[in-house]
């Protein structure tokens, strides 16, 4: 465990100049989830191909196309953290999905999916770095309205590898209203990003 000082943190795009750093955090990780390289919501399940080596090449295609995006959270020039976002025509896949096109009035302009932060920087803040962060990207990209599905723990303490969308709490302290419940613990919830 490295004890960090969330202050000195910086968050960068994932991009093309950022790449090897995102790449490197994967790798110190098996890939992340079992070789996902974060491309579980880009793609649909029956274009999945369940191989890291191919969903890194996915991954790698659609940054270097500027069709992936996330806020790379930084401890000097490594990368301990990431909050993957995006348009919904970048990010189609969502669980619960019937349940939340069901309620849902119209689509947001961006969705927050996948944090995830390195296993020895866990439990620091590292979440609210990349949240802010991305909030901060959206922004000065033109802002717009952002959901968020993360879990409802209740207070409960919860295994990190349940808590890849964050927790609810976590957007309620960034401003984020409560919408409605999706799945069993999961929500989804939204903020108006204005424009920088």
């Known amino acids: 465990m490295v004890t960090v000082d969330v202050e000195q943190l910086t968050v960068r795009a994932l991009g093309a100049e950022t790449w090897d750093a995102f790449?490197?955090?994967?790798?110190?990780?098996?890939g992340?989830?079992?070789?996902?390289?974060?491309?579980?919501?880009?793609?649909?399940?029956?274009?999945?191909?369940?191989?890291?080596?191919?969903?890194?090449?996915?991954?790698?295609?659609?940054?270097?196309e500027g069709h992936a995006h996330?806020?790379?959270?930084?401890?000097?020039?490594?990368?301990?953290?990431?909050?993957?976002?995006?348009?919904?025509?970048?990010?189609?896949n969502i669980n619960h999905r019937k349940e939340y096109e069901k309620g849902m009035d119209q689509p947001p302009d961006y969705r927050l999916t996948c944090f995830f932060t390195d296993r020895n920087y866990r439990r620091q803040g590292v979440s609210a770095v990349a949240l802010h962060g991305a909030l901060d990207l959206i922004a000065?990209?033109?802002?717009?309205?952002?959901?968020?599905?993360p879990q409802d723990t209740a207070g409960k303490k919860i295994t990190a590898s349940f808590l890849y969308n964050g927790t609810r709490s976590l957007f309620e302290h960034a401003g984020f209203t409560y919408l409605r419940p999706k799945g069993k613990n999961h929500t989804v919830m939204s903020r108006t990003v204005e424009a920088r």
């Open 32 to 64: 992340v989830w079992g070789g996902c390289w974060c491309t579980y919501f880009h793609t649909m399940h029956e274009e999945k191909t369940f191989d890291a080596e191919n969903n890194r090449d996915l991954k790698h295609r659609l940054v270097m």
């Open 23 to 30: 790449a490197a955090l994967a790798e110190r990780h098996n």
């Open 70 to 92: 996330a806020a790379l959270v930084f401890d000097g020039e490594l990368a301990v953290g990431w909050l993957e976002y995006g348009a919904p025509v970048e990010l189609p």
């Open 140 to 149: 000065e990209a033109g802002g717009g309205v952002v959901e968020a599905y």
